[in-house]
Structures are given as structure tokens and as C-alpha cells.
């Protein structure tokens, strides 16, 4: 490879911005760390006349791809598009080119990095895709590179920092003595006027994007792949002010968290759901717009990462680690990817797990019908008290299956005038 490192960059948006501003930030720096400068040859674009936060010279944009792609003296395409396709094709076509891709993408690789990766070793290329998960925190690098000699037993992460970020500031809205009803919508809205969470949210709040996150972490983690609908996945959106002030009284924090763990009979089981963390854990501190993974293997024991997750630069950030990697050894691995070895996965409903239920009804003797099963269970349960809408009590219950809990949970739901909130526990290993 020349002195010179042209890149062609797909995508002029939010993170394509990012990576254009450290990419002139830093070129003295890139350059010292590679011996190598990097020249942008070619932005992709939709259209070339729309206004742009970070300025791109004219003579770069096209809206053409294989200009982009198919350029002999382009040595690196990086896809910031987003999106599964044309996202997806592009990496394809960029890889069948003979060019080395970084992708910031996680749904192409959650959903089809075996066969992109299989591709990319055919063709004698490299695919890198740090920027995929956790923002500009450098995990997937870790765990292929200082980590690998470990077998990792549980990969714990809040790998969605929309999420964490709207947490924080529901608790933030109950302390300044905001109506509880209201924390979940008013702390969505400051961060879509952040920046933080798109007009259409859905991604973010029902879990998609973590999912997507986790099926890469967890086939990382634990040398298998890993299919997306394998997953377990379950968003924010019925979490309520009320969840928030029992976890403080509880001492515990409440998180979207990513789980990935082995379990005694050899299967992997991988999952993101809101889950009630004690304040010992190293993800508790994690607040606002920041990503944090907690790993535990049999050699370190325990590790964790914590830094910023969202936006242009924590992206970018990562994307120019890639670069870099690519700078510095062009060729990649002779040996088969073991990540993309067969494995077999583990559904949510064969685990036992301890859960928080908040229970509300009209009156006592609702909630009296409410609280049998549970205490047929064993459930801990805290005194009720008095709400405007009826009468709430809360129980802890020690583990239990979780198929079977959820059918009894489904039951309940069916009471007139009842709600019946579960959230998980975070279990030791």
C-alpha cells in the first residue's frame, strides 16, 4: 500500500460529518500513527446541493456508487449510510471491488456479517466494524485482540445511549417533582431536541437497535454466530415514572441492558430487556448519553468499559481506529473467522430469573386477587400504598422460570382495571 490512503466515504451525514472533521483534525496525527496521509477521493451522496453541517468541496460529492466503489486508486470504502440497504449491496459490491470496508452499520452486520465477512476473506480484503457497537468505545477490537485468550462467561452492556440517556432523565424529572405519568414522554423529547433520538424513535425505544448490537457483541464475545432473531429483545416504551422511583427506593438502577451469557448445558443465550441492576455493578455509574459494556471472563474476571455513545464524533472516533487497523496491516487474518462458527442458542423463556412486579388495582380486594399467585411464588412484598388510581404494591420474587412466570403474568393481565408491571433482575454468575 502507497504512502497515500484514498478513501472513498458513503454517506455525508451525521457520522459521515464526523469522520470528514477528525479526518482534518487529526491528519498529523493519523499520519504519525501510520505513516500514511488519507485522502478523501469521493463523498456518496443523495443529493449534492443539500446543506450540510460539516462542508464537503464540491468536486467530491457524487451521487454516482461505482465512481465510488469502482475507483482503481481508492484503497478504502467507509459505509456511514445506515440502514440495511442499499447500505448492504454497497459493502458487497466495494468488497467483490477488492477494496477493504469500515462500516459503522450494525443492522448489515447483525443481519448478514457471515456472509460480508466470508466475502472479504475470499477477496483478500478486510471488513472492520468497530463503530457498530458502543459508540467510541473500542470492545469489539478488545475482545479479538487483548482479550482473546479468555473465555468470556457473561457480556453485560448498555449499548443504546438513547435509551440510557432517557432513563437519566426521567430520574431527573421525578427529583425536580415532575409528575410521574408524564417522565417518559418529556424525557423523550429532550432527546430528540438533542439530537439523540430520531422523530421517529422506535429504533431506540422498543430495542431494535440494541438487538442488532448484541447479535454482533455476543458472536464476538463468544466465538458463535449469533442470528438476530435469536435475541431476545423488549424496549422502554412501558416503563413508567413509577419503575424509576421504586428502583431508588430498592437501591437499584434501572437500565436497557444487552445480555449475553453461556449457560451450564453449552448454549448461548442473548437478550435486551430493561433490567434492575444493584448500584455494585459497574454499569450503575453509566448515565446520560454514554454506553458502558461489563465483561467477565476466566482469566481478566472482570472488565468494563464506560465512555460516550452517542453522536458524530464517538462514532467517528471509532471508525478512525479501523482506519487505522487498516493502515497498519492491510492483509487480513489467513484463519477462518471464528465467530462465524454453528452454535446453538438458548430462548429467554429457559432461564430462571428473580423479577420486580408492580401491581396496581382499584381496591384492595383486586389487588389481594393479584398478589396469590405471587405469593404462592414466595414473593418479598413491600407494604401498598395509595395512588390516585387505585392501590399499588410491589413484590420481589426469588428466581423462577421464566416461561412459566410469564404465563402466570399473562393471566393477571387479564384482571379488569389492572396493571401489572415485570422487569427483570440482574442475576450473578
Known sequence: MSKILRLSILGAGTVGGGVLTLLREN??????????????????????????????????????????????KVHVVLELMGGLEPARTLIRDALQAGKHVITANKLVMAVSGDELLRLARQRGVRLLYEASVAGSLPILDA???????????????????T???????????????????????????KAQQNGYAEADPTSDVEGYDAQYKTAILARLAFLQYVPLESVYREGITHLSGRDLLWARRLNMGLKLLSISERLPDGRLCAR??????????????VRGAFSGVWLQGNGFQEMSFHGFGAGARATASAVLGDLIA???????????DPSLRPGETAPIESLSMRYF???????????????????????????????????????????VNEGAFQTQIARLREQPDATVQVIRLLSAV
Not at 435509551?163 to 421525578?174: K, Q
Not at 435486551?272 to 455509574?285: A, K, N, Q, S
Open 357 to 399: 412486579v408492580r401491581l396496581v388495582a382499584p381496591d384492595e380486594d383486586a389487588l389481594r386477587t393479584l398478589r396469590e399467585p405471587l405469593h404462592l411464588l414466595g414473593a418479598e412484598f413491600h407494604p401498598a400504598e395509595a395512588l390516585e388510581q387505585g392501590v399499588e404494591q410491589v413484590a420481589l420474587t426469588p428466581p
Open 326 to 336: 487498516v493502515a497498519r496491516s492491510p492483509k487480513p487474518p489467513r484463519y477462518e
Open 272 to 285: 435486551v430487556h430493561p433490567t434492575l441492576i444493584p448500584r455494585e455493578c459497574p454499569l450503575y455509574v
Open 163 to 189: 435509551t440510557n440517556f432517557i432513563l437519566r432523565e426521567m430520574e431527573r424529572a421525578l427529583d425536580a417533582g415532575e409528575p410521574a405519568e408524564t417522565a417518559y414522554t418529556n424525557a423523550l423529547q
Open 27 to 72: 491528519a498529523d496525527l493519523l499520519e504519525a500513527q501510520t505513516g500514511k496521509r488519507f485522502e478523501v477521493r469521493h463523498v456518496l451522496v443523495r443529493n449534492p446541493d443539500k446543506p450540510r453541517a460539516v462542508a464537503v468541496p464540491p468536486k467530491l460529492l457524487t451521487t454516482d456508487p461505482q465512481r465510488a466503489l469502482c475507483d482503481p
Open 143 to 161: 475482545l479479538q485482540g487483548a482479550l482473546a485468550g479468555n473465555r468470556i462467561q457473561r457480556a453485560v452492556g448498555i449499548v443504546n445511549s
